[in-house]
T-cell receptor
């Protein structure tokens, strides 16, 4: 089992669809993250969860809805997205949410989302 | 605020050439600095890091030195290989923790 696993790897959806991205980490970490990676832009932090509690939400539109049922799983529910939401969505985990202590994020391979 | 600026790519080099990818940062405190690498079809993985001024991070032949006076953390490698072809991201984390700030990434292609 790789450290952080994301499914699906590729997703195409219409603007009226509802879909979900799933992330699972097998590292025993306490913090999990969603990032958005768009071409020629810095990675954008979307959500941070620490011990299943949301600790950061960087003004993400409500059409993105995260869920963290336990410390190993993280979901991103998608609803009525726009074409500009097309991007690579990366899940990451770390030992804890105080990144300056450990300094390392472990990333999944990403879910490539295309909104038509 | 905090931000990271890195050189735009793409960068194309011949095998065994010398590599430099520039990175400068703006930070309100004393950040830790990182280079992450993303190989084709994979997620990002930590390449090296430095947690205080004058520290040098190194891994797999890559090096970067934390320069507080020039607010820089340039990535270097003396002799690149085809397998080094990837996208390289410079990043910082602030002392308050909880967030990384990433650059836009620099794509490197090494040709035989």
């Amino acid at each position: 089992e790789t450290g952080v696993t994301q499914t699906p790897r590729h997703l195409v959806m219409g603007m009226t669809n509802k879909k979900s991205l799933k992330c699972e980490q097998h590292l025993g970490h306490n913090a999990m993250y969603w990032y958005k990676q768009s071409a020629k832009k810095p990675l954008e932090l979307m959500f941070v969860y620490s011990l299943e509690e949301r600790v950061e939400n960087n003004s993400v539109p409500s059409r993105f809805s995260p869920e963290c049922p336990n410390s190993s799983h993280l979901f991103l529910h998608l609803h009525t997205l726009q074409p500009e939401d097309s991007a690579l969505y990366l899940c990451a985990s770390s030992q804890d949410a105080a990144l300056s202590l450990t300094g390392e994020l472990f990333f999944g391979e990403g879910s490539r989302l295309t909104v038509l | 605020g905090n931000s990271v600026t890195q050189m735009e790519g793409p960068v194309t080099l011949s095998e065994e050439a010398f590599l430099t990818i520039n990175c400068t940062y703006t930070a309100t405190g004393y950040p830790s600095l990182f280079w992450y690498v993303q190989y084709p079809g994979e997620g990002l993985q930590l390449l090296l890091k430095a947690t205080k001024a004058d520290d040098k991070g190194s891994n797999k032949g890559f090096e970067a030195t934390y320069r507080k006076e020039t607010t820089s953390f340039h990535l270097e490698k003396g002799s690149v290989q085809v397998s080094d072809s990837a996208v390289y991201f410079c990043a910082l984390s602030d002392r308050a923790g909880n967030q990384f700030y990433f650059g836009t990434g620099t794509s490197l292609t090494v040709i035989p």
